[in-house]
């Protein structure tokens, strides 16, 4: 997107798990076609699309670029025929392969597979910010503890170790609340993406480590030490050719060559804040110059025209005629499967495809509002989201579970309503929050039928809490389709009665024997 172009995610995965593998073949096709796509990346793993379908695919002169990052697990983790497979994967599938390992390259030549491009993963800078701010923290680790009875992780040790020096060091991720011995209070749960730049903007060292993917795990240049650089940290890095190609250590980041070093290392590095502070400018800068999307993908497609695979016009963003409810029908399912899953960035880029050609589809804009809930967007905009979901018109009933919505007694049944009703619900809710209680009695139509006994405990919270006018609005609306509720009529009444209005009580209690 950096660089111009128009990106449409597909996750394999979550699309085979919906659709199954003969569909999710299907429906690939049928998105290079409907959405006029001119170039497919594709990143591991490499077996997930079928080799008839990359031949139909390369047919139509749309051709598929493999990037490798996992090339240094599978050159340090096996041999022989092994080693020939994994590497030979995308050779099959792919017009163009680049990796970031230069010993799978040199295998791949070896095997005399097709030329392997020797790449740096790019990265998006526009995420990772840099940022003047105090240090809080010596040492951090973002990422799991990676724990497996049947082949122990580096990570844990390698941090006991620094710990044990008397090295402050906090980590982040799954399972660290699992290792024995760490120092009380610096494991911390799994950080959401701007808590994990918060954490490398306060740290002076961030710590890199390999993880348990074999038993001689090697270091390798990923996307966190890219990500770490872009922020303006220092990476805590076990020195590889791989990563020194790249990054230049003392410049770009903090070196070690092994566990027997790194606690003389550490304490090295935090003797020096000032030149810590400068390497991490460095590596902001080097970032920046060498290894964003825009120069990696200049680079992409030189070697593309090298090949014969020039681009064309860029024509995406336009839908083929017939397959726009196909292609719309399947990323609404997969919208809610990668919603449910908790893909929360997958998801919403699904209901957001769903309306760029559908931009009143009620159950995408549904799910739009239960994403944008979920991240704490402002209540106005929740609104406007809501409001778009509630559409017009009658629409089939489905089953669901709305015990956060209230947040009052008896809300942990299912409920018959349908979509309308659950916009309404929304609607009624965050409009009382924001205060505006005559708009929130408004709503109250829109979903009484099904949540009639809840709705009467929000009449009576507002009347507790003295919002009288709203109060007797809701009792209103709530008696308009509940007339035998006899115990509402005569709250009702005692509410006229609080506002002097003797007429309307008299009408009450005429309605309650």
Known sequence: QAAGHTLFGFDPLTVTEVFGWSGAQRLLQQVVVGRHIDRILCFPPYDMIDPVT??????????????????????????????AHLLSESAGTCDLVGTTCAAAQTEAARLGLPEMALW???????????????????????????????????????????????????????????????????????????????VIHESHLVLTMAGNYHDNPQPMLKLRNLEVAACGGVALQERHPDIDRRLIPDVDYWPYTSQDDIVAQVRLGLDQPDRLRAIGRQAAATVRVAYTWSRGWAGIEAALTARGLAATVDKTGSTEPGTQAALALSALALGHASEAKGYDAAARSYFQEVLADAPEDRSAWAGVARLDERCGAPRERLIVDWQHARGDGATRSYNQEYSPVLG???????????????????????????GDLTGAVAE??????????????????????????????????????????????????????????????????????
């Not at 701010?133 to 503890?145: E, H, L, S």
């Not at 609306?477 to 007429?503: K, M």
Request: charged share 20%; net charge positive; proline share 9%.
């Open 54 to 83: 990359a031949m139909a695919i390369r047919a139509l002169g749309v051709p598929i670029v493999g990037l490798r990052y996992d090339d240094g697990i599978f050159v340090a983790g096996h041999q022989g025929p092994r080693l």
């Open 408 to 434: 009052l007694p008896g809300l942990g049944r299912r409920f018959y309503t349908d979509p309308v009703a659950d916009a309404s619900l929304w609607l009624f809710r965050l409009k009382g929050e924001l």
């Open 120 to 198: 740096p993963l790019p990265i998006s800078t526009a995420p990772f910010p840099t940022a003047d701010v105090p240090k809080r923290f010596d040492v951090t680790f973002i990422g799991p503890a990676m724990l497996n009875p049947e082949r122990p992780s580096p990570r844990p040790g390698l941090v006991l170790r620094l710990q044990a020096a008397g090295i402050d060091v906090h980590v982040w991720g799954s399972q660290w609340s699992e290792v024995v011995g760490l120092r009380s209070g610096s494991a911390g749960p799994r950080l959401s993406h701007a808590e994990m730049v918060r």
């Open 444 to 513: 109250a139509p829109g979903f009484m039928p099904h949540f009639d006994t809840i709705l009467l405990g929000q009449a009576r919270l507002w009347r507790d809490k003295g919002h009288t006018v709203a109060a007797i609005g809701l009792y209103e609306a709530i008696l308009a389709v509940r007339p035998d509720w006899h115990d509402a009529w005569r709250e009702l009444a005692a509410l006229h009665d609080r506002q002097g209005d003797t007429r309307g009580a008299l009408n009450c209690r005429r309605q309650a024997p």
